[in-house]
C-alpha cells in the first residue's frame, strides 16, 4: 500500500484520541498536536520540506467517545502513512503517536497486544478484531469512528496452546461431541482460572483441533470443550494425550487424559 495524504479529519481522530485518553488537555493544546502530525505527515508524502512552517488546522471536536481498538487502527494507518523521513523515530510525532498506544493498550486485557498468526504473517491481536477492521484505514468523517459503546469492552482475543491428540478405543461415545469430528484439540487454559503458562501457548485452535481447558476434579485431570459455555458434558471414552514435553509440566504425568465432550442431552 503506498502512502497518500490523509483528510484532516483522520488527524482530528487522532487529537480526539488525545483528548479522550488525557494526553490533550485543552482544545489549544489539540490544534498544536495536530498542526505537529499533520507536519510529520506531510513532510513524509512530500507536500513540505523539511523546514517549512506546519499547515493551517484547527482541531474540530467529535461528539462520541471513540473505541480503543479504533483508535489503535487510526495511529497504525497514521504511522504506515507518515514515517517516510530519516528523523521519524527520534521526531515528537513518532513520540507522540506511540505515547497513545500505549496509552491505549494499558486500558485492554494484555493479551491484545500479543503477536498472533495471520496467514504468513505475525500481527498484534487486535488487528484481527472486528471493530479494527470496521474503522476506515483513512478517516474522512469523524462519524466513521466506531463508538466505544457500552463502558464494558469484551475483546475476544485469539489464544494460543498446546496441542494434543484425541485417543478413541473400542468403548467410544461422543453422541455428536468433538471426539466425533475431530483427531486433535488444543489445550487453552488449565484449572479454575483457565490460564496457560507462556511455555505452553504454541499454536492457535482451529477447525481440526478446537480448544479445551484442563480441570483438576474428583484427583484427576479431565479436559471439557470451551463452547458452548455453560454446557454440561460427560465422559465419552475418549483420552487426550501428546507426546510433546510441555504436557508432562502442566499436568505432572505422562498419561492420556480423559475428554468429557459426551453432551447426554443431545
Not at 28 to 42: C, P
Not at 156 to 180: D, Q, W, Y
Not at 205 to 226: K, N
Not at 239 to 253: N, P, S, V, Y
Given at each position: 500500500m503506498a502512502p497518500f495524504e490523509l483528510h484532516t479529519a483522520h488527524i482530528?481522530?487522532?487529537?480526539?484520541?488525545?483528548?479522550?485518553?488525557?494526553?490533550?488537555?485543552?482544545?489549544?493544546?489539540?490544534?498544536?498536536?495536530?498542526?505537529?502530525?499533520?507536519?510529520?505527515?506531510?513532510?513524509?508524502?512530500?507536500?513540505l520540506g523539511d523546514h517549512e512552517d506546519p499547515p493551517d488546522y484547527t482541531a474540530a471536536l467529535a461528539d462520541h467517545a471513540f473505541h480503543p481498538v479504533a483508535v489503535l487502527r487510526l495511529l497504525d494507518s497514521y504511522e504506515y502513512q507518515s514515517d517516510e523521513t530519516a528523523d521519524w523515530t527520534t521526531g515528537p510525532a513518532s513520540t507522540w503517536i506511540t505515547r497513545l498506544r500505549d496509552e491505549v493498550l494499558s486500558r485492554l486485557p494484555a493479551e491484545t497486544?500479543?503477536?498472533?498468526?495471520?496467514?504468513?504473517?505475525?500481527?498484534?491481536?487486535?488487528?484481527?478484531?472486528?471493530?479494527?477492521?470496521?474503522?476506515?484505514?483513512?478517516?474522512?468523517?469523524?462519524?466513521?469512528?466506531?463508538?466505544?459503546?457500552?463502558?464494558?469492552?469484551?475483546?475476544?482475543?485469539?489464544?494460543?496452546?498446546?496441542?494434543?491428540?484425541?485417543?478413541?478405543?473400542?468403548?467410544?461415545?461422543?453422541?455428536?461431541?468433538?471426539?466425533?469430528?475431530?483427531?486433535?484439540?488444543?489445550?487453552l487454559g488449565l484449572g479454575q482460572d483457565r490460564e496457560l503458562p507462556a511455555f505452553a501457548r504454541?499454536?492457535?485452535?482451529?477447525?481440526?483441533?478446537?480448544?479445551?481447558?484442563?480441570?483438576?476434579?474428583?484427583?484427576?485431570?479431565?479436559?471439557?470443550?470451551?463452547d458452548p459455555p455453560g454446557m454440561w458434558f460427560a465422559a465419552s471414552g475418549a483420552?487426550?494425550?501428546?507426546?510433546?514435553?510441555?504436557?508432562?509440566?502442566?499436568?505432572?504425568?505422562s498419561l492420556p487424559i480423559p475428554l468429557h465432550d459426551h453432551h447426554p442431552e443431545r
Open positions: 482530528d481522530g487522532l487529537v480526539n484520541a488525545g483528548l479522550q485518553f488525557d494526553m490533550i488537555a485543552t482544545r489549544d493544546d489539540a490544534t498544536l498536536a495536530g498542526q505537529m502530525l499533520l507536519q510529520q505527515h506531510y513532510r513524509s508524502i512530500g507536500v497486544k500479543t503477536r498472533v498468526r495471520y496467514g504468513s504473517l505475525s500481527v498484534p491481536a487486535y488487528q484481527l478484531l472486528p471493530v479494527y477492521a470496521d474503522t476506515p484505514w483513512a478517516v474522512t468523517a469523524l462519524e466513521q469512528i466506531p463508538n466505544i459503546g457500552d463502558s464494558t469492552i469484551e475483546i475476544p482475543v485469539v489464544r494460543k496452546g498446546l496441542p494434543a491428540e484425541i485417543l478413541t478405543g473400542p468403548i467410544h461415545c461422543p453422541n455428536g461431541g468433538l471426539s466425533s469430528r475431530v483427531r486433535h484439540v488444543t489445550v504454541v499454536r492457535e485452535p482451529s477447525d481440526q483441533a478446537p480448544g479445551v481447558y484442563v480441570l483438576f476434579e474428583h484427583g484427576r485431570h479431565v479436559a471439557r470443550p470451551v483420552f487426550i494425550h501428546t507426546g510433546d514435553w510441555r504436557w508432562r509440566e502442566l499436568i505432572g504425568h
